[in-house]
């Protein structure tokens, strides 16, 4: 996307957050496809008759974001980064519920070096990396934003810097140092 049209994102956001209806009309198609590619990322690889749809996703996501009313959107990157967000709270709740409906099982370690694709990996495994990250959020919650932002947000470095607020050479090295961490934190759970 353009400069220009990343400020008119931004612009139609601070409208949006501020009441101005028309902004969100205006708004809605030019994040649309993104939301859409986030989802279709997500979710590609999914069994075989898995009930939700990337526009299933977006739309929930979507109905989220409109009854959000006190979020303060600083630029179009912060409103990707909070819809990424809401797609890891969306997919992992229906993975807690359909672990909760099997019982049991060992979760499998997950390999974070090999895959940045959330949709091949199963719900245990998915909910462990999510019990994960809340750990790493304890001891550093800015290197599991950054995790939660490239794993399931699908944000560059570029990207991530830019809602972390760091340079990509620290995205880069946190993005490292969690990864070990995480595969660490996930292998004790296995």
């Not at 370690?109 to 959020?137: F, G, S, W, Y």
């Amino acid at each position: 996307m353009a400069d220009s049209s990343s400020a008119d994102t931004t612009k139609l956001l601070r409208a949006w957050a501020s009441g101005d209806s028309k902004a969100l009309d205006e708004l809605t198609p030019r994040v649309y496809r993104e939301l859409r590619r986030m989802a279709a990322r997500l979710l590609r690889n999914e069994r075989p008759g898995y009930s939700l749809q990337s526009a299933d996703l977006v739309h929930e996501v979507y109905l989220r974001l409109v009854n959000a009313r006190e979020l303060n959107w600083q630029d179009r990157a912060h409103f990707f980064a909070v819809s990424a967000t809401l797609m890891r709270r969306i997919l992992l709740d229906r993975a807690r519920r359909r672990v909760a409906a099997k019982r049991g099982g060992k979760v499998q370690p997950l390999d974070l070096n090999k895959t940045l694709d959330i949709v091949q990996i199963k719900a245990r495994e998915l909910v462990a990396l999510d019990d994960a990250l809340n750990a790493l959020a304890e001891v550093d919650p800015r290197k599991s934003r950054i995790v939660e932002l490239r794993f399931f947000g699908g944000l560059s470095v570029k990207e991530t810097a830019e809602v972390v607020k760091v340079h990509p050479d620290t995205v880069l090295e946190d993005w490292k140092f969690a990864r070990a961490w995480l595969l660490t934190e996930l292998s004790s759970r296995a």
